[in-house]
């Protein structure tokens, strides 16, 4: 069954999830964690079984304030929520995508877009539902930005005046800007006054006209730029002499000149009595997008109202005009155009053409069919107001986008006899409806694309290769070490580092192919019309070539490797998400290899991570359910062969794969981190054990039991605490009890290594090194370590017999046990003649196949029962 995961700054475990088919999809711990999408786990009656943190982060829950609730508390219209959870409880499929508001913990709303797949759980045996979320804030405000602008240039040609124009722009601004406190004040070169065209003010009422003084308002309008101050930047402008203390005192103000290409015509502004926090620069570059529509109106309806106020001053306002006035007769098909017709698009003289086929001639041919059908058949309806938008030859050869309207005349007889009209330049307008398409389309820092672009190209470019059967491949690159280097030469430069990093790798690009972020320091290519693999790899090839050369960042010179994975398009690959998720996991796969290399995916790729997360999951809920079992290895006297302790060894009693043993799972609890409520689960059952059998044999055998210490369960604070319950719960002695642990990683961090190791000692514990000699200890590095035992490694134990170096090793390591006074263990024995060489080297005991298997708890107590009865016969 698939999960389908969000589009992500951050994909390794959302594509990971893409068609995985399991019984029940699992977590890499430090990917879930780490994972910038909302992951929150539901039982199929909607309570909270799991969250990831950033689950907890987007709701400003904490993890037990959450766990048991109904996920439906959370969200803004619980009625569509059972609905779509309703779909994925009882559907085989992906229950796709819903956008809705959440609910965090201050009862705030915000917009999410989620999804829900079912999952079969089978420890519980039931289904459960995975959700996963994303704060879609930002971009919904985008959306109704872009709405809200486009709204406006709507009601500048619908409107019938300028007051209805502004009730319309503050009405809609309102949706994403506080505006209780708004007006716009227009500036009139006669008085030299500012007075208000339109007034919102919860406390104040409209003022008179005023002089343009020192006022806030009157410092936007001079300088032509926004102002952005709190109460606080204000009173500093005042001391300044910037402005002088003026209205009303407020927390937050902020302006934004109406601009026309002559200059600034007045201001737009907003401000809160009651919240400092209240506006941001975003808020000032939307309202200076809102100020340039309202300044395009302006100017646009003072022409048409001059136009209207007097026929006879036709000829005037036509020369004074940016707009291109014109004037068609349908009688004889001539057409007149005034002076702004070649201040607005380069014709002079007889370049512009008496009839109406060279205004034809100069629409966009994408364009032509569709004007003249319109403007004809609305000259045919009888009705006179006609306006369109389209595209305009400019004598270079360029196209301005126009908006034109014209007025149809009518004789006695209704007949259409001529339609006079203006055209106006909005190339500025679409120009900023392409940037603000553009800024949701790239990435900000960079400028290349982001994930959604690119995310677009290659389902594009998939549907392009399906019909010219093609193949086409992403590159998915992770810059190496990016983070260190970022926290060494600071987060600016490390802007430009990324900044250096997009271009030269787009300089490794053809024009075709496409360079994108995809946040942090992750980028991706998509190559296509790939006709070999060998295409994709040269490109690879390329790009490790010009990374090796340094980025120079404010005159210092960098080095930045990257790491990069290959996927091809296939048969087997039907989507970006499927793409981008193989390129991830080929990528990880070259990290792990060593950096700065290029690996090319392959399916076991996926097959192996669909396996281990299966198998972690599967460890997860064997921890909780207790599915493990321990086994026990009896250490005997080399010389007497009497039992001297045995060794805790664990098992996993798989319900599908059967007994397990320690390295098809340890690993994997080491990555994850699962090792440590493992490993005291069987601290406690080792001790609980021994206790048992320490009882019941007391009459001479000695029940001493090993258990092994991970490193992570080494680094535990709580380590000394976690043994002495083990100990108190049990019973058991403590000289009893012997802590394992290995050579290698207590070379690490000596000191607190040393201290812990004392501590431990103080509980009465006896501590033991494994798999010693695989590091080579010396004799005064080990003198500083409080152990006991030393457990010679199976590796040197086998080849004793076979040559000198195991036997070498093996009396080495036996005479610094004698000489420090340490018992020494031989692990791995398998036949006679190692215990002979064995004895004759001093070693006092052992364990292995030659004497016992790890037994059962069942088979070892018949193992004790039988060394007790001998010794009652001896």
Not at 489 to 503: R, S, W, Y
Request: proline residues 3%; negative net charge; aromatic residues 8%.
């Amino acid at each position: 069954m698939s999960v389908n995961s969000l589009d992500t700054n951050s994909p390794n475990l959302s594509l990971a999830y893409q068609n995985i088919h399991t019984s029940m999809p699992t977590f890499d711990e430090g990917v879930f964690n780490s994972l910038t999408d909302a992951v929150v786990v539901i039982r199929t009656d909607m309570l909270i079984e799991r969250l990831n943190p950033a689950a907890l982060q987007l709701t400003e829950f904490e993890e037990s304030e959450l766990v048991g609730r109904s996920v439906l508390e959370l969200t803004a219209n619980r009625r569509l929520a059972e609905k779509f959870l309703g779909r994925a409880v009882t559907g085989d499929k992906p229950s796709g995508r819903l956008e809705t508001h959440c609910i965090n913990k201050l009862g705030q709303r915000f917009p999410i877009s989620v999804s829900a797949s079912k999952i079969y759980d089978p420890a519980s045996g039931t289904d459960k539902i995975v959700l996963i979320a994303r704060d879609i804030t930002k971009r919904k405000r985008l959306e109704t930005e872009s709405g809200i602008i486009s709204r406006i240039i709507r009601g500048i040609t619908s409107t019938a005046n300028l007051d209805e124009l502004l009730a319309l722009i503050h009405r809609s601004i309102r949706k994403v800007v506080s505006a209780e406190n708004f007006f716009v004040a227009l500036y009139d070169p006669t008085t030299e006054l500012l007075s208000m065209q339109f007034f919102v003010d919860k406390f104040d009422e409209m003022p008179p006209p005023s002089k343009v003084g020192r006022s806030f308002s009157a410092y936007v309008f001079r300088t032509g730029q926004p102002l952005f101050c709190t109460d606080e930047m204000a009173k500093e402008m005042i001391a300044r002499g910037d402005v002088e203390s003026v209205g009303t005192d407020s927390a937050i103000w902020l302006g934004v000149p109406l601009k026309t290409p002559t200059g600034p015509i007045g201001v737009l502004v907003v401000q809160d009595y009651d919240d400092r926090d209240t506006y941001s620069l975003h808020d000032a570059e939307f309202l200076t997008s809102v100020a340039d529509q309202i300044a395009v109106a302006i100017e646009r309806k003072r022409g048409e109202d001059a136009l209207r106020r007097s026929q006879e001053r036709f000829e005037l306002v036509t020369r004074a005009t940016s707009d291109a006035i014109w004037d068609w007769n349908l009688e004889t098909e001539e057409l007149w155009w005034n002076e702004g017709f070649e201040k607005l698009f380069g014709y002079k003289g007889e370049m512009i053409g008496t009839d109406v086929n060279s205004w034809k001639r100069r629409l966009h041919p994408e364009d032509r069919d569709r004007v003249v059908a319109d403007i004809h058949r609305h000259i045919e309806s009888g009705k006179n107001n006609w306006s369109d938008e389209y595209r305009f030859k400019r004598h270079d050869g360029s196209y301005a986008y126009v908006i034109d309207r014209g007025y149809v005349v009518h004789d006695a007889d209704g007949k259409p006899v001529r339609m006079l009209g203006s055209m106006m330049d909005v190339s500025d307008r679409k120009l900023l409806e392409e940037q603000l398409t553009h800024q949701a389309l790239h990435d900000p820092l960079t400028k290349i694309a982001n994930r959604v672009l690119f995310r677009d190209r290659v389902e594009h470019a998939l549907s392009k290769q399906r019909r010219d059967n093609t193949t086409l491949a992403v590159l998915f690159l992770d810059l190496d070490n990016f983070k260190a280097v970022n926290d060494s030469i600071g987060h600016g430069a490390g802007d430009k580092l990324l900044i250096a990093v997009a271009q030269r790798l787009q300089d490794c690009l053809r024009n075709s192919d496409t360079a994108a972020r995809l946040g942090g320091d992750e980028f991706a290519v998509l190559v296509e019309a790939v006709h070999s693999s060998d295409e994709a790899v040269m490109i690879a090839e390329r790009i490790k070539t010009v990374f090796r050369e340094p980025f120079v960042i404010d005159g210092k010179e960098v080095f930045m490797g990257t790491s990069i994975g290959i996927a091809q398009s296939g048969p087997a690959v039907r989507t970006s998400d499927e793409l981008l998720r193989n390129a991830d996991l080929a990528m990880y796969r070259a990290k792990n290899e060593g950096k700065g290399n290029y690996v090319v995916f392959e399916q076991r790729m996926h097959e192996a991570l669909v396996e281990r997360l299966e198998l972690e999951l599967d460890l997860r809920f064997a921890i909780e359910s207790r599915e493990f079992v321990i086994h026990y290895q009896p250490i005997l006297d080399l010389m007497s062969g009497d039992m001297i302790g045995m060794e805790a060894l664990v098992r996993w009693d798989h319900p599908r794969y059967g007994l397990l043993a320690p390295m098809k799972f340890i690993p994997l609890a080491e990555e994850t981190n699962l090792i440590v409520p493992l490993g005291e689960w069987i601290l406690g059952e080792a001790c609980q054990q021994a206790r048992t059998w320490a009882d019941k044999y007391s009459g001479g055998l000695d029940i001493s039991v090993t258990v092994n210490i991970s490193i992570r369960q080494f680094q535990q604070n709580e380590l000394v605490d976690i043994v002495r319950q083990a100990l108190e719960k049990s019973g058991l002695k403590p000289n009893a009890l012997i802590l394992e642990i290995t050579e290698s990683f207590m070379m690490q961090e000596t000191e607190s290594t040393i201290v812990k190791l004392h501590d431990l000692k103080k509980l009465g514990v006896r501590l033991a090194i494994d798999d010693f000699g695989t590091g080579y200890s010396s004799l005064s590095y080990l003198q500083r370590f409080p152990i006991d035992i030393l457990k010679i490694d199976k590796s040197f134990i086998d080849k004793i017999g076979n040559g000198k170096e195991g036997k070498a090793v093996a009396r080495a390591i036996i005479m610094m046990g004698d000489s420090l006074n340490l018992r020494t263990i031989a692990e791995g024995i398998e036949r006679p003649e190692q215990i002979q060489a064995l004895q004759n080297l001093g070693c006092e005991a052992g364990q292995g196949f030659h004497f016992a298997m790890p037994l059962t708890p069942e088979a070892m107590e018949d193992f004790l029962a039988e060394k007790a009865a001998v010794m009652v016969l001896d």
